[in-house]
């Protein structure tokens, strides 16, 4: 069983169109994450969820926005997609903040033509 | 400047070699280090954390300076399957909901 899994693992649209990327762990962690891995490959956090509850926004456009139905799912919702939105974005989870291990989702590669 | 420094490399070792890395971290409310491991189109893992007093793990050794604000890392005895690239992470203490990443220094062990 994988312990974070994401889908889709590859996503090409078009500008301007609306996508979804869902996110689930089965490691009953109580925090998740969303990080984007630019074409430079730096991980960079963007978002941070505890408990269902927003912890962190890392100056990411409103573009972006996150949805926890529940402590095990965090999905990504984006709006209206440009080029430089290109990345491999990651989710992950941890227990209880990080002090101890973050366990990656296998990333989404999202291509904007 | 970025927040946790590593050089890129590529580092190209043979099987067999000791390769060590080395990390700078520029925010003294660091807390929490570790050493994550990235295969090539893969999501990053945890290879190992890093404590003060230093750590081993087999073939791998962490090291933390904290006065010079510094983390490095050993491999010894270097396998083809060590090839990957080895990121530096650190969390804040006023934060603990993040990780920071370095960019990441490159491995390439050939036979």
């Known amino acids: 069983d994988t312990a974070v899994s994401q889908t889709p693992k590859y996503l090409v649209t078009q500008m301007g169109n609306d996508k979804s990327i869902k996110c689930e762990q089965n490691l009953g962690h109580d925090t998740m994450y969303w990080y984007k891995q630019d074409s430079k490959k730096f991980l960079k956090i963007m978002f941070s969820y505890n408990n269902k509850e927003l912890i962190i926004n890392e100056t990411v456009p409103n573009r972006f926005s996150p949805k926890s139905p529940d402590k095990a799912h965090l999905n990504l919702h984006i709006n209206s997609l440009e080029l430089g939105d290109s990345a491999v974005y990651f989710c992950a989870s941890s227990q209880q903040r990080l002090n101890t291990e973050a366990f990656f989702g296998q990333g989404t590669r999202l291509t904007v033509v | 400047r970025k927040e946790v420094e590593q050089d890129p490399g590529p580092f190209n070792v043979p099987e067999g070699a000791t390769v060590a890395f080395n990390c700078t971290y520029s925010n003294s409310a660091s807390q929490s280090f570790f050493w994550y491991r990235q295969d090539c189109r893969k999501e990053p893992k945890l290879l190992m954390s890093v404590y003060s007093s230093g750590n081993e793990d087999g073939r791998f050794t962490a090291q933390l300076n904290r006065a010079s604000q510094y983390i490095s890392l050993l491999i010894r005895d270097s396998k083809l399957s060590d090839s990957a690239t080895y990121l530096c992470?650190?969390?804040?203490?006023?934060?603990?909901?993040?990780?920071?990443f370095g960019t990441g220094t490159r491995l390439q062990v050939f036979p």
């Open positions: 992470v650190v969390t804040l203490f006023y934060n603990t909901d993040k990780l920071i």
